[in-house]
């Protein structure tokens, strides 16, 4: 696609350049796929008599008076006429070459809304252009456009794209025959005999689309030429999942099996299971029998493990880690927060230590806030093998740690580390350094990322074909319900008073303050407030502060003290979102819950009803100044008091939020659909999941064309 630049290309500027870039537009295909939001019709001209107010149209018409008024403000007044009436253009902001190019006696074509007011018709702002050459035969694309980049400027280069691209159709008959006919919902004037129209036809279509279409259909992107558009990138994101889960069928990995020889002690999982005061749930089991049946694979597992909050993951990541101990290789336990790695470090500890310390192995601890000798005995212990299982946050995938001969990484809360985390850890797999294995070359560890935010089934099917899930879909016995209730924040004091009696009784609770995004420091001051006036409240109980500026072993003491139900109430920021699990704290108090996005409320509810007692979660919510909540806000605070099942709360926060949010897109926008939309394309998504798999088989080189074709460079973002 390298050609001779085209003169429009030697005018570009450096802004223009970096516009381009931000938009991710450097070749021609780029060019070409970046279509239209919407059209002007600028293939007519209307008659100014003839105008409705309201209405956008394009006039021709001769000036007949310039002027600068300055009452009631300063502004361009041009008076303009053709055969059937007169019209008035107003511009607010102008420069002197427009003024110019409006001067009396120039007849121009304009276009805009009109307005019927007072003074007669009226225009503001409108587009205005010489009255010269004939009208375009096509209606006039408007596209998306970033700082910096001009309007016609992009539409003059898509143009020059448009026309110098040769496309070459990956979808001929025998690619499409492959899968089942194509899912065009019907009586959209398709081409007699094929669906689909071929591709570099609906991009020229829809580019300058025929004036006589019918608008509606590219508005809602049901005409044909959408469809195809729809389809294409649907399948270029089916195939790019498909080639990424072939080429980890590729790789190596350890077969976790138990070694043959059972001489000696009983398996590591079967100690741990004797030792765990409660029985695993039959869920428990099942999803630990289809890891251990896939870790056993000498192919690197790429699982999730989805369970509701509290249904208890945990212990079914500690039985995976047995597993591959008993083989004899390295696993490694990742945690967003460092309260979490911390609670997983002691949970682990408490249960494996012992065990392991028969064998002369042992649990390392790495974070980020770690005493550099601390780290340094532990990078060594995790270097020579002796220590088995490597717990802590992001800090065990730094480049600086090695493992002898890691076989198993889990990930808790998966959706919680960043993009570029998720990414860095990809790589660290394929690049650990040569001496980490050099007996077992070109192995990758298997994967398990844990998360109590499911994935609906179509978000899984489109951004997840790479991965396979089990789903713990039940909770551990003897759990009571947690009843939520919702109260406007003008009854805070009464709500303080019934608490302070409860943690008199003994109860614990948590009090999470509200979020405020823009401001660490507002956060603060907000929980430091609550906590001294909680303190004052009730003088009874003692109270706790946690948040995550503090240091790292205060934040350890205050969950210890909590833990050891020292302390009657917590009062914390939103780092106790993820994970902590104190069983006997069974009150949850969220202020302004309805600045919390609806995964995150039942997270934080999720932290209570963990012990037999009765839980609570109060759900406190301020008002506007009408005393009213907005109705999303409300919708979504009654969808957490109508139930308790996480995988519900998903669904509704998915169609609340719609699925960018929902996937945390400011990180990984690159990988998220421009034009199909999973709710009304699902046929779509059906028959491209059907055709990639097929068309990676049998048409590899059409198929590598697509992926190039659509996501260039995205793929990085694609694979985290
Ligand atoms: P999550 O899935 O949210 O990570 P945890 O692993 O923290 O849940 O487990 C929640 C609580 O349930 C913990 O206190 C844990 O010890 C307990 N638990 C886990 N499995 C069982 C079980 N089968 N029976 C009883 N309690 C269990
Ligand atoms: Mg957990």
């Known amino acids: 696609m390298a050609c001779a630049p085209h003169p429009i290309e030697r005018d570009m500027t450096p802004a223009i350049r970096k516009a381009l870039d931000k938009l991710g537009l450097l070749r021609d295909i780029d060019l070409v ?56 253009l107003r511009f607010l902001h102008f420069y002197p070459s427009q003024q110019k190019a409006m001067a009396p006696g120039k007849r121009l074509r304009i276009h805009g809304e009109v307005r019927g007011g007072f003074w007669g018709r009226q225009m503001l702002h409108p587009q205005i252009r010489k009255a010269e050459g004939p009208l375009p035969a096509a209606l006039t694309p408007i596209y998306p456009i970033s700082k910096g980049l001009p309007q016609a400027y992009l539409r003059r280069m898509i143009a020059v794209a448009l026309q110098r691209i040769q496309i070459e159709e990956t979808l001929p008959g025998t690619v499409l025959a492959l899968a089942g006919p194509p899912p065009i919902a019907a009586g959209h004037g398709a081409a007699a005999g094929s669906a689909w129209w071929p591709l570099h036809q609906a991009l020229q279509f829809l580019h300058n689309p025929a004036p006589d279409v019918a608008l509606q259909t590219l508005e809602d992107h049901s005409h044909p030429a959408w469809q195809r558009l729809k389809a294409e990138e649907l399948l270029a994101q089916q195939l790019s999942q498909f080639k990424v889960r072939q080429t980890r069928a590729g790789l190596g990995a350890p077969a976790l099996s138990p070694p043959a020889d059972i001489s000696s002690a009983l398996p590591l999982h079967e100690q741990l299971l004797a030792r765990l005061p409660f029985e695993l749930t039959a ?45 004899g290789w390295q696993c490694a336990l990742m945690a967003p927060t460092e309260i979490l790695a911390e ?3 002691r949970k682990l500890t408490e249960w494996l230590s012992p065990l392991l310390a028969e064998r002369e192995q042992s649990v390392a601890w790495l974070a980020g806030a770690q005493k550099k000798k601390e780290r340094a005995a532990m990078l060594e212990a995790v270097a020579a093998g002796s220590a088995m299982l490597v717990v802590g946050t992001h800090a065990v995938i730094q480049d600086s740690v090695e493992f002898a001969r890691l076989g198993l990484v889990l990930i808790d809360e998966q959706h919680r580390f960043g993009v570029e985390q998720r990414l860095s850890l990809r790589k660290r797999q394929s690049t650990a350094p040569e001496d980490a294995r050099a007996h077992d070359k070109g192995m990758e560890p298997h994967m398990l990322m844990m998360t109590a935010t499911p994935i609906p089934r179509t978000l899984a099917m ?32 009464e709500l303080i008073e019934r608490l302070a009696t409860q943690v008199a009784q003994g109860r614990q609770a948590y009090w999470v303050c509200p979020l405020i995004e823009e401001s660490e420091a507002l956060d603060l001051s907000n929980a430091t407030a609550t906590f001294e006036d909680l303190q004052q409240a009730m003088p009874g109980a003692r109270i706790g502060l946690l948040h995550s500026r503090m240091p790292a072993a205060d934040k350890q003491a205050v969950m210890a003290g909590f833990s050891a139900g020292e302390i009657g109430v917590l009062v914390a920021t939103t780092v106790i979102e993820v994970g902590v699990d104190v069983p006997n704290a069974s009150v949850m108090v969220i202020e302004h819950a309805e600045r919390f996005g609806l995964s995150q409320l039942h997270q934080l509810r999720g932290r209570v009803g963990r012990g037999s007692k009765e839980s609570a979660c109060i759900l406190l919510y301020a008002t506007g100044d009408n005393g009213q909540l907005g109705d999303t806000a409300k919708e979504r605070l009654r969808a957490m008091a109508q139930t308790n099942d996480g995988f519900e709360i998903a669904r509704r926060d998915l169609e609340i939020r719609g699925p960018g949010e929902f996937m945390g897109a400011r990180q990984s926008g690159a990988a998220l659909l421009r034009f199909a939309d999973l709710d009304t394309d699902q046929a779509l998504l059906e028959w491209a999941r059907q055709l990639a798999p097929q068309m990676l088989r049998q048409q590899p080189r059409l198929a590598e064309l697509h992926m190039q074709r659509w996501l260039g460079g995205k793929w990085d973002y694609l694979k985290a």
Do not use: W
């Open 33 to 88: 796929l970046h279509l239209p939001l919407r059209y002007e019709d600028e293939t007519r001209i209307t008659p100014i008599a003839s105008c409705r107010e309201g209405q956008m149209v394009q006039i021709e018409a001769a000036v007949l008076n310039s002027e600068v008024q300055l009452q009631p403000r300063r502004q361009l007044v041009v008076t303009v006429q053709d055969a059937s009436g007169e019209c008035q």
């Open 283 to 327: 869920a428990q089991r099942r999803v630990c029998a289809e890891i251990a049946a896939d870790i056993a694979q000498p192919r690197p597992m790429h699982r999730l493990l989805q369970g509701d909050v509290g249904s208890g993951k945990t212990v079914v990541a500690a039985m995976a880690a047995c597993l591959c101990i008993d083989a």
């Open 343 to 345: 609670q997983h470090f």
């Open 462 to 493: 489109t951004y997840y074909a790479d991965l396979s899930v089990s789903t713990i879909d039940e909770l551990p016995p003897g759990r009571t319900p947690i009843v939520t209730r919702l109260i406007a924040e003008s009854r805070r004091d």
